[in-house]
């Protein structure tokens, strides 16, 4: 079974930019594997930001965007404002099973 | 507004049954793969089981195969989760998820414990 590995926490200033990455244990990322990528707050269920690579949902801001960037999935937000702390998934598609990633806790300080 | 709302969850005890649903409203239903995921408490996301829009392909976490079932009845608008023999290991909220833009439900909790 495919492993997915996110890079555990990452910090980012206030009004910064960071990427967020998302990789798989079976090779190089592909659109075939349907990237997507969720937010969570503390308390909260989940919310799709990010679907097949780069498609925002209705309530995303813009400031995020979802791209293919060297081999992994990648999650770019600029203009990181302090509500974007939180817990950020991934998951991939491997021909109908569903891995997630481990998250990424991303603190806005 | 796309909805999906779930219920069913509770207390249950080792080796009991229990059957989630998850309604979806705002979106056409049959046009989606859905999928329910779980979180135990503290941790990270868990896929668990999905089906294609008409319900002719299934796929399941291993953890799970021969134990859940997942189905769907497009009439209703609505997804299922059919869970026997269940486990300490199940406790968690489960969430359905809806591919592309369709989103979250807001989860339900199932707790497995004598």
């Known amino acids: 079974q495919a492993v997915v590995t996110q890079e555990p926490s990452l910090t980012v200033s206030p009004g910064g930019t960071v990427t967020l990455t998302c990789g798989s244990s079976t090779g190089a990322v592909t659109s075939g594997h349907y990237p997507y990528w969720f937010q969570q707050k503390p308390g909260q269920a989940p919310r799709t930001l990010i679907y097949?690579?780069?498609n925002r949902h209705s309530w995303t801001p813009a400031r995020f965007s979802g791209s293919l960037l060297g081999g992994k999935a990648a999650l770019t937000l600029s203009g990181a404002q302090p509500e974007d702390e939180a817990d950020y998934y991934c998951l991939f598609s491997y021909g109908g099973t569903v891995i997630f990633g481990g998250g990424t806790r991303l603190t806005v300080l | 507004e796309v909805q999906l709302v779930e219920s069913g969850g509770g207390l249950v005890q080792p080796g009991g049954s229990l059957t989630l649903s998850c309604a979806v409203s705002g979106v056409p239903f049959s046009g989606y793969w859905m999928n329910w995921v779980r979180q135990a408490p503290g941790k990270g996301l868990e896929w668990v089981a999905n089906?294609?829009?008409?319900?002719?392909?299934?796929h399941y976490v291993d953890s799970v195969k021969g134990r859940f079932t997942i189905s769907r009845d497009n009439g209703k608008n609505s997804l299922y989760l059919q869970m026997n023999s269940l486990r300490a290991e199940d406790t968690a909220v489960y969430y359905c998820?809806?591919?592309?833009?369709?989103?979250w439900g807001q989860g339900t909790l199932v707790t497995v414990s004598s």
């Open positions: 998820l809806g591919a592309g833009p369709v989103g």
């Open positions: 097949d690579t780069s």
């Open positions: 089906i294609i829009g008409d319900g002719s392909e299934k």
